[in-house]
């Protein structure tokens, strides 16, 4: 067995993906996730794969675009801007459906903004940033070692469902080390040949790899196909966890970077007698609306704690359907929500006789 | 590792060629070796090139949850510009490790521990003026206990770079020196 | 000594272009650093002739250049 | 009887959705001929951009894919990077790569990557109506010049050829055109040289662009439109070898 | 008075935004919105304005950045995915706080889709399909009158608020010919001086129109700017129209063309007996949240209308807030909802005695 | 006592954010002293790219916009066209505008515009941590680079001054350096020079492309940085005036 | 207008040049300048080029809801192709204008009226082969009455571009033919 | 005649472009239609040569050609 190394989230997610079986990476500089670039720069050539340092972002998701019909597996990464350039082509990938992982580790935004955490990207991943009716599968690790393990399901989800597989990190997850185990590749699932790829059609007929279709009732077809994998995916992808549920009253729902602070939160606040709980989506999409839509059986209100002015917020608030008041408290800009902050937000919110008022 | 809840919040800070990052990478490398949970981060100041720079670092023997520091155990502090910003934030009842090198005020504090040493003049008479910050790192090992200054010393080819490895010998006797 | 340069101590980086580029010797880098811990430079010696070559390679802006006579060496 | 000429194998025998005296469908058959005569059909990967040409891949019968207007280069150099052995080319309008595209042909040609365009040079946007291209010609009239292109307000014709030429990276570039039989003929070994030299390893880019008529949209009729194309679009962008 | 004149749509919202005082139009082609540009490209010059065909959405997004900044009113139009190549640029804005409109004359996605209309780029829309934590006014008019109309607001909510005003439009508001009066240039509001344009800094300090900013408490601050002026918006400037809503057992809502299809199953319903109202949110965002929470008091159940798989139907759910159930119909990819079909549906929902259960 | 040499009005006096040795605040210095020596100030808007100079509102004291990175083009023809009685000159880098913005600049070229671009080429990415860039030196090692830049891989360094003029609408391109004294001296005219063109309102774009050292990223001491740029950087980036 | 809930949803189709768009657009003109509502809708077919037109054209004297016509009350069609896929869709009880020059086959509806009309050929006898939509836009506006010819020929001049004009009146010529 | 065009009328769009470029007139374009409303090019007299310009000039591909004897000009 291999030995617990102390690394950097990038550098954890770029080791990974290759472990995953990475034939080719693109991708265009930018802070803060340069040391995925850079490690992909220097171990890629190493095992004899492809790396090409684009000339943009657009560029590089049209590489990715590219790579992915030859059927090899490929990404490319990123943060905020320079996935907001992505959009378009992130749109075509799903038209296309082209299996690809692009990984966003966002900063302050919007704009320039700073290259501080953030999680206010969270609309632009999970509801298509870019044009038409497309999902993308968004996984959202908190700890520097989910930020290696997810990359194995993170490749697969993409092959087996033929769609783009978002990985959403921010600074803090990017840039800071804690021990890893890295694993040995592995494919968890049994995935579907690759008998859409162009590599040539010597002995079968044309493939063609598109996501045009002037004919209305056939690009509709297209569409209801591509409605009915979302379903499929809904119905059977969806991770979670959760903890002190039972009997919470408080139920504080955060991803990524915030969950931990969460974490924190929950467990001062159970010390104070007060009966919180939480829940963190690792797939922010599918959204985990059922097991948010069972803790709202029991608990009497919901906090959402974000790197952002309230983008899972909505999600929240349409799992719980009005079966408790939901509120939400965060930051942005490269802030933090501190622990001492949201545990007082959760003190307030369960003071005894307040009633409590959705925001 | 055996006692119950040992947790030691740290931020090292100082600017940017003090190499307090180093520091960081050092002692988390050094726990996590000893078998405790750890989490670093680094955080570089607002501008773009030179300004200040700090990490903060969590030691654990529980799993870590929250990785941010936003009231230190511990400040080993270098200069003067982050002396004055994290001063403040250190715990009540907390440590405070400063360069009286290059940091001439006192704390205006009473609640906290205090502990001054001439980082920058020691490492010069050691004949490393770029192991200032492991003097500072010495001190702090010396009044904790968390991790002997050997046990960390020994995590030190890990976190340095090859090309300085000709400094690994200067580096832990600034570390065992102490102050 | 026909010039003088002022450099300022607090907005020197210490690169050292100064230095090199003074026909005269005429600046040194100090053993001292400033607030932002850079080993600043500073003017040495009294051969000066206000030449200005220093402050059109500082990158900081840091120097300024005065002269004693009547004719300068005006930079463009 | 002998046959002298007939439709080639890998050009599928359809209908196309051009309009008339289109250049589009005659490029596409020297294409298809070409890779019938190198006997690539089963090892070549084509790409059809946002155009006219947008539909490519129904007439011609290999791997093909459809890009985003203008990122062909891009997608072109995913392609062929991670299938070495594959015959890569793009087909791509002078709005697809002169304009939306220009960053990424650039780039493409500057990395030296070894793949084939074929630049359809039609002096303007045909699929959108008729709006100026980069390569639109002075006072030439379109929707979005109703008073003709100044080069004061819009600048003068975009010369690519002339432009990649001065790359280290582009291997072959060669200006052609299909105005009448002769120049269909010698554009049609172009075409040839081009995949030859991918399917050869050269490295560096290889650009053959072709000079098109666009009835619809130079309001012209077919037969005038070729007369336009020899009398006036020559002048601006005169045929040869660039490069290689 | 001005007579009525049978135009494009398209054509009614360039020469409105002529007549609203439009300084300068950037744009680049593409179907279904090309009459606008060419309306720009053969009006501006005439009027001594300016009119620059870009290189691209990206480069016209960054014209009209460079425009806006002069204090000039500025526009660019575009179709679906060349919106998408304006996230970056639009998220630019928005921190940057420049104002500015942008028209989407949304087609059929994902990807290059076709050139039908559609409502699938709502998310993209109203939830920011770039980085960071913004939003735009985002107006749906309905009628070819209309797309003449907003743009008057369009231009002056822009200049209130220093914020982007996006018009979503589709391919059959675009296309489709109607009788038209045409306004002459009125400011409907008093617009506040732009101090803050980049006009030469004579006889004043400094301007700087930018997003950056690297010390993050300052960020934040900027943000918490822009999050209270969004809730002002949200405050003072949501428009929305709604009928027969007193006795409405089922509210249909839908927005655009989608709406008019509704009004027209709101009556025949209303001939067979059912009781149907409707509401058409004018602003998508700030979105019509409390009338729809006011209609959820009384009405039964709620159907949400789109050319689109549900995207408003979540803008719908969340003010509904499990008040009653909502519903959703909707198709895509060009196809547009029958009044026929979406009738049926109603029939179906308001069946006596059937359950409505949510999808 | 007469001043010889002082800090010019319109440069604020301030520390700059950049590294000991860079090359950006010398050229800062040479367009802020141009401005003043033109009496432009008050009617000057000027651009910020991303990349090291992000920051460069806060030295220069005018109007300035920051901007997308590579997008500074396009900005410059919204800011010129709306108000084209100010100067307008964007600052950009080379990741900026010949890598992600070769696009825009081409097509601002292209079309003639009448502003001014003041090119920074470090070699280098210097913002984001010394990653290649499309001007990096075959051989250079850089972050993405790790075994040197080569050319069947990387391509070659690309020559933005030799590439846009060839292009009509470039009035006025010239490459300079800041390695030495003399050199400061002779860019400072070139500065000059470009915004005297524009305020002249001679057609066409005006580019001064000026080599500047990165010697954090070329991991260098600021003196051999110099050396190094003098030695190696002009042999494949030759100074002088390529067009106007 | 007096007649109450008078409604007409027309759709017009052909191919490319066939000017089925122009009659459209005509129609709805002429329309709006008689005090109607009218909403006019091109629909272009799958191909980028060539291929099937078709527009709808709604006529109506209160304000019209949807713009869209899935059934309409009448359908002139000019070639085969768009008989075949819009005859289906008529009303019952509706009105099909067919053009006999193209159009081959009867349609297989008898709960339809149909009109036939050689609209090729008599163009060719008037010397004007481009004006065959107007023969058919003529033999409806005599069935329906909704407007006279004549009115529809006063609106020709606003739709038809100015380079066009010198056929204003063969035009005008064929509209009154009425088949 | 020594070669001979054939002309797939459904394929043919009428362009002319064959009748202008055949050195022996043996093109000319029909009076009628075919099913996509394209007055159609045919073959008329009997001077074809086999040349296969026609063919070579046809944007629609629609032209397929023969020749009797053994000597063709191939276009390539
Ligand atoms: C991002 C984007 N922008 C614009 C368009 C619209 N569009 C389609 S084709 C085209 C230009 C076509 O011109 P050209 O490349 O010259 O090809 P041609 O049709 O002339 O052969 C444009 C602008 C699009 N599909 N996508
Ligand atoms: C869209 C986008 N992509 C990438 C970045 C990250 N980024 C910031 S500066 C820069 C390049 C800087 O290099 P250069 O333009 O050469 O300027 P220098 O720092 O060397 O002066 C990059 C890639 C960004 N901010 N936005
Ligand atoms: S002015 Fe000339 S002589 Fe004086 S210090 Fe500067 S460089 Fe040396
Ligand atoms: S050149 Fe300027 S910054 Fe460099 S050492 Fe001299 S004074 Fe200091
Ligand atoms: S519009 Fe022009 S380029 Fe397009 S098919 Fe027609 S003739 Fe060809
Ligand atoms: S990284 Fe390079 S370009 Fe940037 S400030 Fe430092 S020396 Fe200058
Ligand atoms: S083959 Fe030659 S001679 Fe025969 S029809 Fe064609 S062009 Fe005329
Ligand atoms: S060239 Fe081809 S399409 Fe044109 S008329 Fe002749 S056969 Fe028909
Ligand atoms: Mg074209
Ligand atoms: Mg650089």
Known sequence: MSEKILITGNEALAEAAIRAGLEAYFGYPITPQNEITEYMARRMPEEGRVFVQSESELAAINMVFGGAATGKRVMTSSSSPGISLMQEGISYLSGAELPAVVVNIMRGGPGLGNIAPSQSDYFQATRGGGHGDYRTIVLAPSTVQEMADLMFPAFDLADLYRIVVMVLGDGVLGQMMEPVLLEKKQTHRKLPAKDWALTGCAGRSQNIVKSLDLVVPRLEKRNLMLQEKYRRIEENEVMCEGHLLEDAEIVLVAYGIASRVVRTVVSRARKEQIKAGWIRPVTLWPFPSRQIAAAAERARLFLTVELSYGQMFDDVRIAVAGKAPVHFTGRAGGAIPTVEAVLDEVKKLMQPGKVAVER | MTEKNCREEIIFAGFGGQGVILLGKLMATAAMKAGYEVTYIPSYGAEVRGGTANCSVIIDNEPIASPLVTEPDTLIVMNQASFDKFVPKIKPRGLLVMNTSLIETPPDRDDIEVMGVAADEIAHQLKSPRSANMIALGVYLKKRGLLTPQQVAESLPYVLAKRHHDMLDVNTRALMHGG | ?76 | MKTVFERTETLYDRPTHYCPGCGHGVIHRLIAESIDELGLQGRTIGIAPVGCSVLAYNYINIDMIEVAHGRAPAVATGLKRCSPDMIVFSYQGDGDLASIGAGEILHATHRGERFTVFFVNNAIYGMTGGQMAPTTMLAQTTTTTPTGRRSNREGYPLQVCELLATLPGAAYIERCSVHDAAHIRKTKRCIRHALQLQLDGVEGLGLVEVLSPCPTYWRMSPSDARKWLEEEMIKVFPLGRFKG
Chains 1, 5 share one sequence.
Do not use: W
């Open chain 3, 1 to 76: 000594m026909a010039g003088k340069a002022k450099i300022d101590a607090e907005r020197c980086k210490g690169c050292g272009l100064c230095v090199e580029v003074c026909p005269n010797k005429n600046i040194e880098i100090s053993q001292d650093t400033n607030k932002m811990g850079y080993f600043f430079a500073e003017p040495c010696g009294n051969g000066c002739t206000g030449c200005a070559l220093c402050a059109l390679v500082c990158p900081e802006v840091a120097i300024e250049v005065y002269h004693e006579t009547t004719q300068p060496t005006a930079p463009d």
